[in-house]
C-alpha cells in the first residue's frame, strides 16, 4: 500500500528500524526490494562499534536480547559510501544518528546532501537528545525524527519538549531493558556485553509499545513509527488503532527473513478493505474514543457460541475462581456467584466461542 512521508511516497507504510539489517546499503538495497517503504540506518556516530561476541540472542517466540552498539561502520564510510550508494539504488533512507550533540554536528548537514529523507535521533540519555534536536534543526532543513525511549521516566514530557524544539515526527519506542537470559547448563550469562545484559525487543515489549502509543497520540498530532514488538500482521493494525501512521519493525523481519514485509504490508491491506477503509489514516488512533474515562462495570455480558467451541477446555482450566465447567449437550456452565468477570477466559479462547 503507498503511503505518503513527509512528501515522498513509500511503497509501503512499513519502516525498518534501526538495527544489523540495516548495517550497510547492501543490507537497506535488500529492504527496499523486499517492500520496505523506508529504512533507517544502525545508528551513525563519531566512532565505529567494537561489539562483544555474543550480542545477540532469541529468548522467547519473536523477541531477542541484544547489546549490539551502534554502527561498526566509520561515519566516513556511511557519508562517503554507505547511503550515496543506498540512496542511489532508490532506497528512502533515513539516517539514525546518536548518541550526542557531537555527533550528530559532525554529519547531519552532510546526511542532507547525500539524499536521505529525514534523520532519526536517538540517545541512550534523555538529556542530549534536546540539545542534539536543537542543533540539528539549525543544520538542516530535512525532518527530524526523534526516537523515543520506553525506559523514559516520563516519555509525554520528554516527547513535547522535543516538538516544541521542532521535532517533526516520533519513533516510538525503542528496545526495552535492561534484560538478561542465563545459560542453564554453564551458569554464565549468554550476552557478552558489559554486565551480561543486553536490550529486549520484538513481541515481548508489544504491549508496552501500544501503551505509550497510545499515551502519545493523545498529546501529539505529528507522524508516529509505531516500532517495538510487530510480528504480525495483527500486531500492526493494533500498532496504527493506537495511534501510530506507520508500522515500524525491526525483531521480527531478523527472525522471519525479509517476506514479512510484503506478508505484514498485503494483509493490512485486506483488513483495511474488509472494514471498508481505504487508508491507514482511517484508522490510526482508532482506540481513543473507547479508552474508558473511570473504570468499567456496566455492560459486561459474556456470549458462549457451542457452534465454535471445540471442548479444549482452556477456558476451564484456566479460570482462577473454578467458574466454569462443561454442561449437557455442548452447553457450559458458570457459576455467577464465583464468576467476577475478569475475562481471562475468553482471552484464552482461540476459536472465538468466547465473547464479551
Ligand atoms: C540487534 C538489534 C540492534 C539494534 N540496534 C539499534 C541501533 O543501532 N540504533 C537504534 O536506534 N535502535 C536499534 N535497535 C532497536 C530497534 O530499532 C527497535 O527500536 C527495537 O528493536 C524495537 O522494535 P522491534 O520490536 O520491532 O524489534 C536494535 C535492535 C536490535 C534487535
Same mark, same amino acid.
Given at each position: 500500500?503507498? /503511503? +505518503? ?11 525498518i ?7 550497510s546499503?547492501r ?6 526490494r523486499?517492500?520496505?517503504g523506508?529504512v533507517? /540506518?544502525?545508528?551513525i556516530t563519531?566512532?565505529?562499534a ?6 545477540m540472542?532469541?529468548c ?6 541484544n ?5 561498526d ?8 559510501e %554507505?547511503?550515496?550508494k ?5 532506497v528512502k533512507c533515513i ?6 550533540v ?6 547531519? @548537514?552532510?546526511?542532507?546532501?547525500e539524499?536521505?529523507? =529525514?534523520? %532519526?535521533l536517538?540517545?541512550?540519555r534523555e %538529556? ?7 542543533? /540539528?534543526?539549525?543544520?538542516? *532543513?530535512?525532518p ?5 525511549s520506553?525506559n523514559?521516566?516520563?516519555i509525554i514530557?520528554? =516527547? *513535547? !519538549?522535543?516538538?516544541?524544539a521542532?521535532?517533526?515526527a516520533f519513533?516510538?519506542c525503542?528496545?526495552?531493558?535492561? =534484560?538478561?537470559k542465563?545459560?542453564?547448563?554453564t ?6 556485553g558489559?554486565?551480561? #545484559?543486553?536490550w529486549?525487543?520484538? =513481541?515481548?515489549i508489544?504491549p ?9 497520540? *493523545? #498529546?501529539?498530532?505529528? $507522524? ?5 514488538g510487530?510480528?504480525r500482521w495483527q ?9 501510530? +501512521?506507520?508500522i ?5 523481519v531478523?527472525?522471519?527473513?525479509? !517476506? ?8 493490512? +491491506?485486506?483488513?483495511? %478493505? ?20 473511570? @473504570?468499567?462495570?456496566?455492560n ?5 457460541? $457451542?457452534?465454535t467451541?471445540?471442548r479444549?477446555g482452556?477456558?476451564i ?5 473454578d ?8 452447553s ?5 456467584r ?19
Open positions: 500500500m503507498k /503511503t +505518503d512521508l513527509f512528501g515522498n511516497m513509500l511503497q509501503s507504510p512499513i519502516i528500524g534501526s538495527g544489523p539489517l540495516s548495517y546499503a543490507g537497506m538495497i535488500l529492504l527496499d523486499a517492500g520496505a523506508a533507517v /540506518t544502525k545508528t563519531r566512532s565505529a567494537d561489539n562483544p561476541h555474543r550480542h540472542l532469541e522467547d517466540t519473536n523477541t531477542l536480547i547489546c549490539e552498539k551502534w554502527s561502520y566509520s561515519m566516513e564510510r556511511w557519508l562517503d %554507505e547511503i550515496p543506498a540512496v542511489r539504488e532508490g539516517a539514525s544518528v546518536g548518541h550526542t557531537e555527533d550528530s554536528r559532525l554529519c547531519a @548537514e552532510r546526511l542532507e546532501e539524499g536521505c529523507m =529525514a534523520i %532519526e536517538v540517545s541512550y %538529556e542530549t537528545v534536546l540539545p542534539m534536536l536543537e542543533d /540539528t534543526r539549525k543544520r538542516v *532543513k530535512i527530524i525524527i526523534v526516537k523515543l520506553p523514559s521516566e516520563n514530557e520528554h =516527547a *513535547k !519538549r522535543c516538538e516544541a521542532g521535532a517533526d519513533t516510538a525503542d528496545s526495552m531493558g535492561p =534484560a538478561m542465563i545459560n542453564i547448563g551458569g554464565r550469562p549468554v550476552l557478552g558489559d554486565g551480561g #545484559y543486553g529486549l525487543s520484538g =513481541a515481548m508489544r508496552f509499545t501500544i501503551q505509550k502509543i497510545c499515551e502519545l497520540r *493523545k #498529546y501529539t498530532s505529528l $507522524p508516529i513509527i509505531g516500532l517495538g510487530t510480528a500486531d500492526a493494525v493494533e500498532m496504527i488503532l493506537a495511534g501510530a +501512521d506507520y515500524g519493525i525491526c525483531s521480527a531478523i527472525l522471519k527473513g525479509t !517476506r514479512l514485509i510484503k506478508e505484514i504490508d498485503s494483509q493490512v +491491506d485486506c483488513y483495511l %478493505e474488509e472494514h471498508g477503509k481505504s487508508s491507514l489514516k482511517e484508522i490510526s488512533g482508532m482506540v481513543q474514543q473507547f479508552l474508558p474515562q473511570e @473504570e468499567q462495570k456496566e459486561y455480558q459474556m456470549k458462549f457460541h $457451542p457452534e467451541c471445540t479444549c482452556r477456558c482450566r484456566v479460570c482462577p475462581y467458574a466454569r465447567a462443561y454442561g449437557q449437550n455442548e457450559m456452565e458458570v457459576d455467577e464465583e464468576c467476577r468477570k475478569c475475562g481471562l477466559c475468553v482471552s484464552v479462547c482461540r476459536f472465538g466461542a468466547l465473547e464479551v
